[in-house]
């Protein structure tokens, strides 16, 4: 199969090296001209050693989404409604690797593109699976989500091998839901860890943060049993205790006294829960959702709340039962 990958970063780059390997068709789209010319060579632009056959590359996005049908999305959230505004989607079928809201309407990014056109079919792979682990081959298990069973297997059949897992869902809202509001709890994980709270607080958190997903993503139209897979808690888990994780390093900074402009530089990378929380936070508002520990993380990396202060606040809040759903 022919795919075309948007966006050269790590996570793109990572997901093009694979697809490669599986003898696939591959054009990466990028406006970064190191980062193409590096590719071009087969060189990975961000890990030394690793070298691969090259793929095609170019940074004119009509000649990317022409190349192919099937459109492998790896762009930051916040840039894809302006990045793909006016692009021939028509009859593409889009499948999203980014996680995350929309900023002021939070979206999801299978909304953003439907509200761009309509005629395109769209999915979501996502669940635990750092960008370096994969583009070293090893073994990662992700989901793939979607509305048609039938097309889900034909797009697993194409990207799925013994390193790189792939099982597959018909709740796009729960697998796009769950890799957008995990990264705002691994934020409050990273903070816990900041201010030295300990491994108990840690994993009360990333299972009262779990709850909370649940429970937003309920309210939404998800399924419950969603949240307990690759794409709920198995990405939860990952992101919220790995040093590897950004979105926990940049909590784990904040917790350390840094503010939110020295965190971000000094991760040097784009952090997907510092905006997945002003949107959630917008949503929750909204909707009279209950998302505690979502809220905190607003109140810290927006409004600029010391992270003891809101800390100690969250831990203040009487407990509540145990399983809201019983």
Request: charged share 20%; net charge neutral; with cysteine.
């Amino acid at each position: 199969m022919r795919f075309t990958v948007l966006g050269g970063g790590r996570w793109g780059v990572a997901l093009a090296k694979h697809l490669l390997s599986l003898g696939n068709g591959v054009m990466v789209f990028d406006r970064n001209p190191e980062v193409l010319r590096l590719l071009s060579q087969g060189v990975h632009p961000y890990i030394e050693g690793i070298s691969f056959p090259p793929p095609m590359t170019t940074d004119v996005l009509k000649e990317a989404i022409g190349f192919s049908d099937y459109l492998v999305l790896a762009l930051p959230v916040q840039v894809i409604g302006q990045v793909l505004k006016g692009s021939p989607l028509k009859g593409k079928k889009v499948i999203s690797a980014s996680k995350g809201l929309e900023i002021g309407t939070y979206r999801r990014v299978s909304q953003v593109i439907k509200d761009l056109e309509d005629e395109v079919e769209t999915f979501c792979l996502s669940g635990p699976s750092f960008a370096s682990e994969v583009s070293k081959g090893l073994p990662t298990a992700l989901v793939l989500a979607g509305e048609r069973l039938e097309e889900l297997k034909v797009i697993r059949d194409a990207i799925s091998s013994e390193n790189f897992r792939v099982y597959l869902s018909t709740d796009l809202v729960g697998v796009e839901l769950g890799g957008a509001i995990k990264n705002v709890i691994a934020i409050a994980c990273g903070i816990s860890d900041g201010l030295c709270f300990g491994e108990n607080a840690r994993a009360a958190l990333m299972t009262r943060g779990l709850a909370e997903m649940v429970r937003i993503g309920l309210s939404l139209g998800a399924r419950r049993e969603t949240f307990y897979g690759l794409s709920g808690m198995g990405d939860l888990f990952l992101t919220a205790s790995s040093t590897q994780s950004r979105n926990r390093t940049f909590g784990y900074l904040l917790g350390r006294g840094l503010s939110v402009k020295e965190a971000i530089k000094e991760i040097g990378q784009t952090v997907e829960g510092l905006y997945t929380a002003k949107a959630l936070y917008q949503l929750s508002e909204e909707k009279g959702l209950h998302a505690p520990i979502s809220k905190a993380v607003y109140r810290v990396v927006v409004e600029g709340q010391s992270s003891l202060e809101t800390a100690l606040e969250l831990l203040r809040v009487p407990p509540q039962r145990d399983f809201e759903f019983e």
